[in-house]
């Protein structure tokens, strides 16, 4: 199982950023998928998860109405766009998915949010 994320950067307060997670390994459209987030000295927290349809998504209360997450099975990526970003947005940004019991993570993007 391997998870790439790409797209964070800097970006100043009310900007917008859209990342990707390409999944590899695992029949990605059986399983869900979820982006999570750790700032630093914070503990890691779900940001956004997406069931098997596009119709099952979870938001966290700090990004409702801000963030939206999809997925794209013909090319095993998940996507979460982010929109009128915070400076409490700021943390790596993680894709994972629990597969057969275990769970499984990227190596994170990093998303710094500043003017």
């Known amino acids: 199982v391997q998870l790439v994320e790409s797209g964070g950067g800097l970006v100043q307060p009310g900007g917008s950023l859209r990342l990707s997670c390409v999944a590899s390994g695992f029949t990605f459209s059986r399983y869900a998928m979820a982006w999570c987030r750790q700032a630093p000295g914070k503990r890691r927290e779900t940001v956004a998860s997406i069931g098997l349809g596009e119709d099952i998504t979870y938001y966290a209360d700090s990004v409702k109405g801000r963030f939206t997450i999809s997925r794209d099975n013909a090319k095993n990526a998940v996507h979460l766009r982010m929109n009128s970003l915070k400076p409490e947005d700021t943390a790596v940004y993680y894709c994972?998915?629990?597969?057969?019991?275990?769970?499984?993570w990227g190596q994170g993007t990093q998303v710094t949010v500043s003017s």
């Open positions: 994972m998915t629990h597969l057969e019991g275990s769970e499984y």
